[in-house]
């Protein structure tokens, strides 16, 4: 399991080591913990990403940016454009008919997952530009807590424990 609290920590330190300048602390710190589990992570990936562009760090940029696109069906902007995340998940009608239609099933978790987890197998897939990359995954994060916290009476259902983590 996914230690939620534990990620926003990390995503809080890194962020108060970039806002004092200290880019590299920030950026050993979300490697750090990306290395546990790549695909458990994907804001964490944004966020590092972020910080390597506005210092200027094009390198890391161009390296997390490879990383980041291997692990996830999302299309990061060169260094140059990263400030422009396209279009959101609106501009994705289908895809979105299909999650509204699915909406508050427990289905909706896959075929997040099956959106925003890039398949190896696949050739050539469409990735998704970085504004919808990030309505999917906060989708999955508002799903996932639906799922296991419908009811205080409830317990969770075990088939949900196979989801990994995409909140954080």
Same mark, same amino acid.
């Given at each position: 399991?996914?230690?939620?609290?534990?990620?926003f920590d990390?995503?809080?330190?890194?962020?108060?080591?970039?806002?004092?300048?200290?880019?590299n602390?920030?950026?050993?710190?979300?490697?750090?913990?990306?290395?546990?589990?790549?695909q458990?992570?994907?804001?964490l990936?944004?966020?590092?990403?972020?910080?390597?562009?506005?210092?200027? *760090?094009?390198t890391?940029? +161009?390296?997390?940016?490879?990383?980041c696109?291997?692990?996830?069906?999302v &299309?990061v902007p $060169?260094?140059?454009?990263?400030?422009?995340?396209?279009?959101?998940?609106?501009?994705y009608?289908e895809?979105?008919?299909?999650?509204?239609?699915?909406?508050?099933s427990?289905?909706?978790?896959?075929?997040?997952?099956?959106?925003?987890?890039?398949d190896?197998?696949?050739?050539?897939?469409?990735?998704?530009?970085m504004?919808?990359?990030?309505?999917?995954?906060? *989708?999955h994060?508002?799903? +996932?807590?639906?799922a296991?916290?419908?009811?205080?009476?409830?317990?969770? &259902?075990?088939? $949900?424990?196979?989801?990994?983590?995409?909140d954080?």
């Amino acid at each position: 399991t996914v230690n939620v609290e534990g990620l926003f920590d990390i995503q809080q330190q890194a962020e108060f080591f970039a806002t004092l300048g200290k880019a590299n602390a920030a950026i050993e710190l979300l490697e750090k913990r990306i290395r546990q589990n790549p695909q458990d992570c994907p804001l964490l990936y944004l966020q590092l990403l972020h910080i390597a562009n506005q210092h200027n *760090l094009k390198t890391d940029f +161009r390296q997390f940016r490879e990383e980041c696109m291997q692990w996830f069906n999302v &299309d990061v902007p $060169e260094f140059a454009l990263f400030r422009h995340e396209g279009r959101s998940l609106e501009d994705y009608p289908e895809l979105l008919s299909h999650i509204t239609g699915i909406w508050p099933s427990t289905k909706v978790m896959d075929a997040i997952e099956n959106c925003a987890l890039r398949d190896p197998q696949a050739q050539v897939a469409d990735r998704f530009d970085m504004a919808a990359f990030q309505d999917l995954i906060v *989708l999955h994060a508002v799903a +996932r807590h639906r799922a296991y916290h419908r009811t205080e009476d409830k317990a969770p &259902d075990p088939s $949900e424990a196979e989801h990994i983590s995409l909140d954080l």
